[in-house]
């Protein structure tokens, strides 16, 4: 079947903007997690998902970013007033469930000017 | 100290050899350890994920796991060129990774 997907691909946003970011899931998956990826760095984890429930949001970097998951399944990321240092590759991931094998969309590049 | 060490590399090794990849972690009541692989430009591919000690073998790819000592690696037999890439080791309970350790392989 289709794996995770993730749209826009690539974003380009001005310093303040604000931007949205989605993923859908693997049919099924239970568990959807959000990373952001610096170049030359890991995945670092930001936020995840069991079905509508966000029951870790830990590694949310501010209150600019917000995640959304409203029918436990297609996933949105917003960082509001989008700063430089948000610019970075955005992961989703899906699992049927925590701690099984996640598998990752193609990722969303987002580039702050 | 970060939940996920990883020697960032890179590491040559000539096509054909054994390339051996280490990766350790700090938190003991960790259950699940996985082994990714990202080619420059895409999103991690899982390759591998182990769950209790010892040796889990599938095709040229092997992890071995140590829960005593706290690491996880993995290692390549017969590398070959297209196994060039970084490969990113997690640990799942809040699901952390290292930073990724870069594979060439030379032919």
């Known amino acids: 079947g289709a794996g995770v997907s993730q749209s826009p691909r690539y974003k380009v946003a001005k310093r303040g903007q604000d931007v949205a970011l989605r993923c859908d899931p693997i049919s099924g998956h239970v568990s959807l997690f959000w990373y952001q990826q610096a170049l030359g760095q890991g995945p670092e984890f930001l936020t995840y998902f069991q079905n509508e429930a966000q029951l870790d949001k830990s590694g949310l970097p501010s209150d600019r970013f917000f995640a959304e998951r409203p029918e436990g399944s297609v996933s949105t990321l917003k960082i509001q007033r989008t700063q430089q240092e948000d610019s970075a590759v955005y992961l989703c991931?899906?699992?049927?469930?925590?701690?099984?094998?996640?598998?990752f969309g193609p990722g969303t590049r987002l580039t702050v000017t | 100290q970060k939940e996920v060490e990883q020697n960032s590399g890179p590491l040559s090794v000539p096509e054909g050899a054994i390339a051996s990849l280490n990766c350790t972690y700090s938190d003991r009541g960790s259950q699940s350890f996985f082994w990714y692989r990202q080619y420059s430009g895409k999103s991690p591919e899982l390759i591998m994920s182990i769950y209790s000690n010892g040796d889990k073998e599938d095709g040229r790819f092997t992890a071995q796991l140590n829960k005593a000592s706290q690491y996880v690696s993995l290692l390549i037999r017969d590398s070959q060129p297209s196994d060039s890439a970084t490969y990113l080791c997690?640990?799942?309970?809040?699901?952390?990774f290292g930073t990724g350790t870069s594979l060439t392989v030379i032919p």
């Open positions: 997690a640990v799942n309970n809040q699901f952390y």
């Open positions: 991931a899906s699992s049927t469930s925590h701690g099984n094998e996640q598998y």
